[in-house]
């Protein structure tokens, strides 16, 4: 439990929950082999309905759960990219397969026939430009567009408890700009503007996808403004 109201499962990806009068929000699902465990846990703590699922980005370790947590009237949520970052990924199955095998040392798996160029199973039902913003339970949740390790990356706040679930934006190490696995680079200067919306509302508690919370202002701010000047300082100086 962090705060008053939010809940995280530890995971290959983190799965958070934000439990209100009304229901609760569900940031992030995690791979499917940790879901059913993490809706156990968190449903221990708080079994309401679940209203709102929303995705930082379209990463397996991040949408993987979902079908685990929908139920019927739940409404997800992720940025407009989404779609066609799905079909990308689905596009280059057969080829990732392979990279992502060797990179995770796992075995190289049949990737089953082609789906095609728009193959992918695309579960959100809403999906926004720029931002997009909801009441539930008198708790008001704010999600925008904070493109970094994805161009369909989305950053939640929820002001009420200043509290910022910034997805894989950040981690204890220089992210990954360019995959051993191969896929499109990320840009850096979309790293940095993102990171410093986040730090301009000022938070409290930072909540990253991988990793653990970053608890009061001086200690995030301590955090994360070295991210986002040392990518700028790598890119500026290739540039």
């Not at 059913?36 to 449903?43: E, F, I, V, Y």
């Amino acid at each position: 439990k962090l705060g008053e109201a939010i809940y995280q499962a530890v995971g290959f990806g983190n799965t958070f929950m934000v439990v209100t009068e009304a229901g609760n929000v569900i940031i992030d699902t995690s791979m499917p082999f940790n879901a059913a465990r993490h809706k156990r846990l968190l449903q221990a703590e708080n079994a309401g309905p679940v209203k709102y699922i929303i995705l930082t980005h379209a990463h397996g370790d991040h949408i993987g759960g979902v079908p685990t947590w929908k139920q019927s009237d739940t409404k997800i949520i992720a940025q407009k990219n989404h779609a066609e970052f799905m079909h990308y990924m689905a596009r280059l199955n057969g080829f990732f397969a392979r990279r992502n095998a060797a990179q995770f040392s796992l075995r190289i798996p049949d990737p089953g026939p082609w789906p095609g160029n728009y193959g992918a199973k695309i579960e959100p039902s809403l999906l926004f430009h720029d931002k997009y913003e909801f009441e539930l339970g008198g708790v008001k949740i704010e999600v925008f567009r904070s493109p970094g390790e994805t161009p369909d990356h989305a950053t939640v706040w929820i002001p009420k408890y200043k509290a910022a679930f910034i997805g894989d934006n950040f981690y204890e190490s220089f992210p990954n700009i360019y995959t051993l696995r191969g896929t499109k680079p990320r840009w850096a200067l979309d790293y940095v503007n993102s990171l410093n919306k986040v730090l301009a509302l000022k938070p409290e508690i930072v909540l990253p996808s991988h990793g653990t919370p970053i608890i009061g202002g001086a200690e995030i701010v301590k955090q994360l403004t070295p991210y986002p000047d040392a990518i700028q300082y790598v890119h500026d100086q290739t540039v």
